[in-house]
């Protein structure tokens, strides 16, 4: 019996846990998982680590690389993962030219949470206040209609389990 694939978008700031929910979230449903962040090029990563924030012009070819891998999955009918910011409402209508039926879990978090979180993460090449509130500033966060909202105040595991009660199966197909 073929199960029903999904491509899903896990975003949030920095620090909210992307990558950690997003890795545990494709385990749960046998899905592949990507860090969007290893798909930056060469100059975003060095920009990031000195510190300064990307813009869009930075993050549109990182972009239409995301909509890529979520239109070449879809294609194959395969689930996928991808962590990635999708700070603005044009990035994740941007990611969903790649599959128009993407589900969006979006991680949310209070400033002080997230930069508690960035402050004991090691070797990671975002770095601190000044970034956190440069994406804090840039975040459209989505609609509860856009995405499933959960606060990263919750265990990863309550997170993934309430996000996957809503997922489309074969029986349970979207409206």
């Not at 930075?58 to 979520?70: K, N």
Request: hydrophobic share 40%; aromatic share 6%; net charge negative.
């Amino acid at each position: 019996m073929k199960t029903h694939s999904h491509r899903i978008l896990v975003m949030g700031v920095s620090g909210s846990g992307k990558s950690h929910i997003g890795h545990q979230l494709a385990l749960t449903l046998g899905a592949t998982f990507i860090d969007g962040d290893d798909y930056h090029s060469p100059a975003n990563v060095a920009k990031m680590a000195s510190g300064k924030p990307l813009n869009d012009d930075d993050r549109s070819e990182w972009l239409d690389t995301l909509a890529a891998l979520f239109a070449e999955y879809q294609a194959r009918g395969e689930s996928l993962v991808i962590a990635c910011s999708g700070l603005k409402k044009r990035y994740r209508d941007r990611l969903r030219q790649g599959d128009p039926a993407l589900q969006i879990l979006y991680l949310e978090g209070s400033r002080e949470l997230l930069l508690e979180r960035l402050e004991t993460r090691a070797g990671h090449f975002f770095k601190g206040d000044t970034m956190l509130a440069s994406q804090l500033a840039d975040l459209e966060p989505p609609s509860e209609e856009e995405a499933f909202n959960a606060s990263i105040a919750l265990s990863p595991q309550a997170i993934i389990t309430q996000f996957a009660a809503t997922l489309p199966t074969p029986s349970r197909s979207p409206i």
